[in-house]
């Protein structure tokens, strides 16, 4: 009998699983394996990290129908492996690879440890780094193109499992979740895509999937869903596209694995960023959802009450950290990885980098968000603020915005006080703007 053993790892799902249908079809018995990393788990967020769990219990509650159960340990991965590879009589090791440089870095050791038993499959993407290339054989730094290629690439074959036994050791068994339960999908995603064009940027309804973080742990196969979804339609093919983006920014962290470290454009990198008291109280608002612009506030009170946010508020959230208060978008991207659930060391940077116009295909630097415009065209009948923001509940839509623009009379009857209630802005807008275009245009020397 031979036994091949499969490390799951953020591919939590038997469906449409590559290193698992491989190792059920080349061999008689599996170990289906989960290493909890402490070092890994340890820095996760309690969202991330309850998640995590949810998603590795499923898998197991999975496994228990094809009669096994996941075997978790924790342990280093290079440390573990050869000798489990030992322990069950295993041939071979079979895992869906992974592109941050932590991950690559880690492979790289087992690689060692191992003698190379792994073999390694794309299970996290849709299609594969290396396989959306330019003429010359690069990736793209523009977005536009890579996607024109990326929709017209036949979709990889689905991965159908063979019919091996599988182990039903437990191991230490999943640890127990702690605190609140991770965001789950939004009911009915799959007609929401219809619409998706029209609800995608409304934070007051539920316009999106919310599948972010069964992708972020690998519960739904990213190949699986553009397969269900197709393009027959704009709203679909809208939605299909954000999954490209995410193909691309996976495939681009491959290329700069110093992506949530460094400027993908280098010139960036010498932007003089505010340090100091001010800029620590400044950064302190932000995380506490307390500057005194409603849907900055409200964007980041949703993330920290529950670990997710709408794409168009952590638009406006960050791009007010990076471009408003002029902080290191570092420091952004390190908050929301710490808080999101599906926070994800490409994704989260190199959405990041596009706001902060530091990446490649990103927003132009001189592209400034007016928090107060865009709160009025994508939230403008203040629902939104309003769950998020209670303390300004009872102001109408037109002055929920800029409460500071609010006459005197009609705040005291919304029960609204500046500076006591509810904070006075704590920057002002064209003052900031002119401050951050100063500071990009003398770092890029223009
Ligand atoms: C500053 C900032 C940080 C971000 N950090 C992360 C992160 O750590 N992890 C993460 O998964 N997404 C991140 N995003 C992208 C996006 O905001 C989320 O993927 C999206 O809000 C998740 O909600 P949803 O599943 O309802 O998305 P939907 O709108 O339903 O989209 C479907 C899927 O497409 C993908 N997608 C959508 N928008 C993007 C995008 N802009 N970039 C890449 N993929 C996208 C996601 O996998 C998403 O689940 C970030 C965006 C910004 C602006």
Redesign the pocket.
Known sequence: MSTGIVWFRRDLRLDDNPAWADATRRHDHVVPLLVIEPALLGSAGPYRRNAFLQAARTLDRDLEGRGGRLHVISANPADALAKLMVEHGAEGVFANADVSRWSQRRDRAVDAATGGAVTWSWGTLVHPPGSVLTGKGTLSKVFTPFWRRWAKLPLPDEAKPGVATVSADPGSGVPTLEGRPPITATTGWDQLVERYGET?DIPAVEG?????TA??FGEVSPRRLTELIGVDTAGREA?VR??A??DW?AHMTLDFPEISRRAVRPEYDAIQWERGPDAERDFAAWQAGTTGYPIVDAGMRELAATGWM??RV??LT?SFLVKHLLIDWRRGERH?RHL?S???PS??A???QW?AGTGLDAAPYFRIFNPVTQSRRFDPDGTYIRRWVPELAGLDPSMIHAPWETPPLDLAAAGVVLDDTYPAPIVDHSLARERTLAAYATALGR
């Open positions: 995608r999106t999937s919310r599948l972010s992708l972020r939605f954000q999954l983006w995410r920014y709408h794409n952590r638009m960050a929301f999101l599906d926070a994800d994704q989260n190199g959405n990041w706001v």
